[in-house]
């Protein structure tokens, strides 16, 4: 059974810190490209970070500078890295993995960046 499991959001005041972790379970994680993704109520799902098999990364372009998507393979396990955060970042953050045909995602997770 494929599983990716989001942990590390919650409350964080603005300009402060998170660190997301994703960890996969059921899936061959060396192989698969690796990506965040984030949704607010009403808009639709905006790209974050993906990074590939190679740790090749990209950004969208609201996040450039301040997050960083990194990746352990020993550990099934994509991170990312949020600085500076805005309140414009509160959203709920998803986890993707794809290789080839196959696409899993995550429940997701809130972030409220919120004083």
């Known amino acids: 059974q494929v599983q990716l499991v989001e942990s590390g959001g919650g409350l964080v005041q603005p300009g402060g810190s998170l660190r997301l972790s994703c960890a996969a379970s059921?899936?061959?994680?060396?192989?698969?490209?690796m990506g965040w993704y984030r949704q607010v109520p009403g808009k639709q799902r905006e790209l974050v970070a993906t990074?590939?098999?190679?740790?090749?990364?990209n950004y969208g372009d609201s996040v450039k500078g301040r997050f960083a998507i990194s990746r352990d393979n020993a550990k099934n396990t994509v991170y990312l890295q949020m600085n500076s955060l805005k309140p414009e970042d509160t959203a709920v953050y998803s986890c993707?993995?794809?290789?080839?045909?196959?696409?899993?995602w995550g429940q997701g997770i809130q972030v409220t960046v919120s004083s």
């Open positions: 993707n993995g794809v290789y080839t045909q196959n696409t899993y």
């Open positions: 059921g899936i061959p994680f060396s192989r698969y490209y």
């Open positions: 990074i590939t098999p190679s740790d090749n990364t």
